[in-house]
């Protein structure tokens, strides 16, 4: 949403932009607008934390090399329903899309299939990736461990990270069902974390911690244990240290072709009728209405694609000065 | 935990008595036999609420017709990977542990397979089938929608089921990762529900009740919409007239080869490495130590083995009182 705090974006613009950024800083072009289009995905939805906001972050572990410009990425395994990819240090977003481009493509022939990706770096919207097996009438499945952030139940260790979990299915005339979350309570991206963070559910076992606490380490451990990568306390604190750290985070993709099942018309068609049921049920006192996971998302890219793309007037001043940096210009306005 | 409400039970004579009192009431004997291990495992693992507590219903429901006690199940699709199995309003375990079985035996060739099944009734726990993954190298997974008893976020009306998903990872000398989780708050088994329960993470966004809430709806999908069973409002509601409905119940099973990503050993090595470092981490003050999930429960099958499974004193009684309604024998003590 537009607001006093932020001013609108042109997509176009900003993803010319953040393109131009990473090649200045050596990524290879192709790789680089992989970058761009899925941080600008992340603002696109709304969740700034994940959006260009990281690019200066990027960047600068580009130029520092702590993360590879130009990797020399490795299919180390591979069977016609499962790969592990060796990202080799390089950016997240293009190791990502790479191996769920490749999970979609071995999913066509064997109707379902996983891939895990290990030494890689942030990936952005977990979402994304899910949301790419959407047009193929597959159900697609997203998943990354990331920077220590969060204490187990008991614990009061930082262990495990945000570990988001994506499942995107598609629908008929509604728009898909996209639930991607964290595994643990929100933190705040790039900042020094002091404390530990907690899972879903919170403190203890009441409202469910130990679920929470069980889906970050299931993460950890379909990504990274899965895929041969740096799991557990092997993975690095989530601190302002990470910077210039190797990112050392593993990825997990899945992909299910829904005619395997049942045909796509009469599964899209009952998948519109679960949908608008939820969203036509009665609301508790106080609430509007009760919603679906990806609706308002989806309703904030529809809004984008009309307004521009919100971004928050420090984030654009952020964006500003990085464009100082790498002498680039900056108009990315509609 | 023996304690002074409970009394030990053999493992043995209770699978011996379950299978009787099934057989009595029509099923014919293997699956009878099935749905006693699956009801004695539960509460081997300590989970009173899906185990022999449910042995009255399941035979008064035969008996009343409301489960058919010899169902024609049928495969009504079957590709290498996924399959979806009628369960023809049969017991849930037979079914269940037939897709599970059959999911295994598909991933054995595939190296990932899925399976879904409509028109079942209550399985049992969803780790007993996901755990049967674990002697074949493999990653399980269970899943089953269930009698609504929970609101979703921001509503009001009974929506979603206890909708648990289950995950089983095996490891090497370490006992294997079971997480086996509802995706709602605990409601009391067996009892009329009057008010709506909460989802994982509670009411509202605060501790994450949308994700939740979202991953209940998740499993409702990935069971029903995709068997093409009975989902969202259809499913029956949670009351005490559960006992003469059929159930319109629907599961869903995976298998996931770990050898289609990495060697098997080097894996379970990793895996174990993974649980210890977390059962090592420094416990918060007031608790002796960080848990894994499934450590609990492996923990209670261990004491069950030498102590015998302990049934509380008012299930006990019922179990009693069903011997004499069969006029079977009842001798269930070691």
Redesign the interface.
């Known amino acids: 949403v537009i607001d006093a705090d932020s001013r609108a974006a042109s997509e176009e613009k900003l993803i010319r932009f953040a393109t131009a950024a990473l090649a200045r800083a050596g990524v290879p072009v192709a790789d680089a607008a992989t970058v761009a289009r899925v941080l600008v995905a992340a603002d696109s939805r709304g969740i700034e934390a994940h959006g260009c906001a990281r690019l200066p972050s990027y960047v600068r572990r580009v130029r520092s090399g702590a993360i590879a410009a130009k990797p020399s990425a490795t299919v180390v395994?591979a069977?016609?329903?499962?790969?592990?990819l060796d990202a080799g240090n390089g950016l997240g977003p293009p190791a990502a899309r790479r191996a769920m481009d490749e999970t979609i493509s071995r999913a066509r022939g064997?109707?379902?299939?996983?891939g895990?990706v290990s030494n890689s770096n942030h990936f952005g919207i977990a979402g994304y990736y899910a949301m790419l097996a959407l047009e193929h009438d597959m159900?697609g499945i997203a998943a990354t461990n990331a920077p220590r952030t969060t204490?187990?139940?008991?614990?009061?260790?930082r262990?495990i990270g945000a570990n988001p979990w994506a499942?995107a299915?598609p629908a008929g005339t509604e728009p898909p069902?996209v639930?991607d979350?964290a595994t643990s309570?929100t933190v705040s991206a790039g900042r020094t974390i002091d404390e530990a963070a907690l899972p879903?559910?919170?403190l203890g076992t009441?409202?469910?911690?130990?679920?929470?606490y069980?889906?970050g380490?299931?993460v950890?451990?379909?990504c990274a244990?899965?895929?041969?990568g740096a799991?557990?306390?092997v993975v690095p604190a989530a601190t302002d240290a990470r910077d210039t750290e190797a990112g050392a985070i593993s990825h997990f993709f899945g992909a299910?072709?829904?005619d395997?099942?049942?045909d796509v018309a009469?599964?899209k068609a009952?998948?519109d009728?679960?949908l608008r049921?939820?969203k036509e049920?009665?609301?508790?006192?106080g609430?509007a209405?009760?919603?679906?996971?990806g609706e308002v998302e989806h309703e904030r890219v529809l809004a984008a694609r009309t307004h521009g793309i919100p971004l928050r007037a420090t984030i654009w001043s952020e964006l500003a000065t990085l464009a100082r940096e790498l002498d680039l210009p900056f108009a990315i306005a509609p």
Chains 1, 2 share one sequence.
């Open positions: 395994r069977t016609p329903s499962s790969f592990v064997a109707g379902v299939a996983f895990a159900i204490a187990p139940t008991f614990g009061t260790e262990a499942y299915v069902f639930l979350f309570q879903l559910g919170g009441d409202n469910g911690g130990h679920k929470g069980g889906l380490l299931l950890d451990v379909m244990v899965l895929a041969g799991f557990g306390f299910i072709r829904i395997g099942f049942r009469g599964f009952d998948m009728r679960e049921a939820f049920s009665e609301p508790a006192p609430f209405r009760v919603y679906v996971a």
